[in-house]
């Protein structure tokens, strides 16, 4: 995955797909079932609460993350399965939250929707810190998004929810969000299990295939030489 300098496009593209339906929900949506459960991805890399019922979202053009949804009553959960980060450079995180929410506050303006205001504030959580936005459309609370980065500082969250976080059930979305920063690291960054396992195999078999190659290309050589000699040899 790309790191969040790059991935500012497409957590817009992401959110614009999203956002619209989120409005929907929020507006009004019908009842769903009230039984939650503790749900991980295939990577198991985190843990949170969510309805049961979870929709997967695979990935599409634009999209470098899978997402997961489901609902409950009139409230709509979302969150995805995770985007490498710089860890080291600060502003490309910030740029990753402002990203997120400028991709959230211009597909509301394109649908029509006005008086939408945002505030932000640092939060944490097991295995993770970040970023709360709370949306509000005419004073009231429409939205809560959570930008949470693993406490490694290379891998990013988005968790989205049709509510406000004094709703009971939103802050238990949030609240029940659990990182593990070691598992999160090697299911996204460049020195994965599978890259790990790529470069054990070209140890392991390097020392035998490069001095074949170098054989191989000084027999190529030798051989050209001795045929520009002998056409030489001909021509005089």
Not at 121 to 146: D, Q, S
Not at 175 to 189: G, N, R, T, W, Y
Not at 190 to 206: C, D, F, I, M, W
Request: with cysteine.
């Amino acid at each position: 995955m790309k790191y969040a300098t790059e991935a500012v496009n497409f957590q817009r593209i992401l959110i614009f797909q999203f956002c619209f339906l989120f409005c929907v929900f929020a507006l009004g949506a019908p009842a769903f079932a009230t039984d939650w459960e503790t749900f991980q991805p295939p990577s198991k890399e985190y843990s949170i609460s969510l309805p049961v019922g979870i929709s997967r979202v695979a990935k599409e053009d634009g999209m470098d993350a899978v997402m997961y949804s489901s609902s409950d009553s009139d409230i709509n959960f979302l969150i995805d399965d995770g985007t490498e980060v710089n860890p080291v450079d600060q502003k490309s995180k910030d740029q990753f939250v402002l990203g997120v929410t400028d991709g959230m506050m211009e597909k509301l303006k394109s649908e029509g929707v006005k008086n939408a205001q945002t505030s932000e504030e640092k939060v944490k959580g097991k295995g993770w810190h970040g970023t709360k936005t709370t949306v509000k459309i005419n004073g009231k609370k429409a939205m809560t998004v959570v930008v949470a980065f693993a406490n490694n500082d290379d891998v990013a969250y988005t968790c989205m929810a049709t509510a406000g976080d004094d709703n009971p059930k939103v802050a238990n979305f949030f609240d029940s969000l659990v990182v593990d920063p070691s598992i999160a690291s090697e299911a996204h960054k460049t020195n994965s299990v599978a890259y790990k396992n790529g470069r054990a195999l070209g140890r392991k078999y390097g020392p035998i295939l490069i001095p074949a190659v170098l054989f191989t290309l000084f027999f190529g050589v030798v051989v050209l030489v001795i045929f520009l000699v002998k056409r030489n040899m001909k021509d005089r």
